[in-house]
């Protein structure tokens, strides 16, 4: 089993929609949660930044993390074409954990 | 600033073939990453440098070597090169900020290098 488990996709959405994007983990020590975006052959950029558990919101993006759980979440509003990308979550102790990414579609 | 550059950005070696990835960054960051991207995998951590002078074995070291040559520059070397070890090549930097827990920290991503090995 991977320590960080996140649903491939393909996922697609028309311009306007909610979307969710989660992972799982099994590591319970895991204590700072991440978002990446990356764009198609481009280096990974970050979007969110969590401690511990909790909400943290920016803009159209919020990020949640329930640990009793072992489950995090980004939820992007209002979707744009521009949103379309893969998203990786990524945890840490030390050193960092990705899932493997979420490739998603915002049609116009 | 250029942020994290990394050259080349492609190469094709053969099996046995040996090549050093550069990757640079000009954000005065302590900390450098080399990680490996494969489908249906995410991002794996090769290697990484806390500070400059020392470094430490991420997952998946095995067929690599890494030099931290100063602040600024950290790369990465494939001595002999095998068909497992196609894929693309992230090298990031980062810094952590904060008196913490908790700290704050950003790893800022290079472009990345595509490498084929026939």
């Known amino acids: 089993q991977k320590e960080v488990e996140q649903d491939p996709g393909p996922l697609s959405v028309p311009e306007g929609a909610i979307v969710s994007l989660n992972c799982t983990y099994s590591?319970?020590?895991?204590?700072?949660f991440m978002w990446y975006r990356q764009y198609s052959r481009k280096g990974p950029e970050l979007l969110m930044y969590?401690?511990?558990?909790g909400n943290k919101e920016d803009g159209r993006f919020t990020a949640q993390v329930d640990k009793s759980s072992k489950y995090i979440s980004l939820f992007i509003r209002d979707s744009q074409p521009s949103d379309s990308a893969t998203y990786l979550c990524?945890?840490?102790?030390?050193?960092?954990?990705f899932g493997a990414g979420t490739r998603l579609t915002v049609k116009p | 600033n250029a942020g994290v550059t990394q050259t080349p950005k492609f190469q094709v070696l053969k099996t046995g073939q040996s090549m050093t990835l550069q990757c640079a960054q000009d954000?005065?960051?302590?900390?450098m990453y080399w990680y490996r991207q494969d489908p249906g995998m995410g991002l794996r951590l090769i290697y990484y440098?806390?500070?400059?002078?020392?470094?430490d074995k991420g997952e998946v070291p095995n067929g690599y070597n890494v030099s931290r040559l100063n602040k600024r520059e950290f790369s990465l070397r494939l001595e002999s090169a095998a068909p497992s070890q196609t894929s693309v090549y992230f090298c990031?930097?980062?810094?952590?900020?904060?008196?913490?827990?908790?700290?704050?920290?950003?790893?800022?991503f290079g472009p990345g290098t595509r490498l084929l090995v026939l």
């Open positions: 990031a930097s980062s810094e952590s900020y904060g008196q913490g827990p908790p700290y704050q920290e950003t790893q800022y």
């Open positions: 590591n319970s020590a895991f204590q700072y």
């Open positions: 969590t401690y511990s558990s």
């Open positions: 990524a945890m840490r102790i030390s050193d960092m954990r």
């Open positions: 954000m005065n960051h302590n900390s």
């Open positions: 440098s806390a500070s400059e002078g020392t470094t």
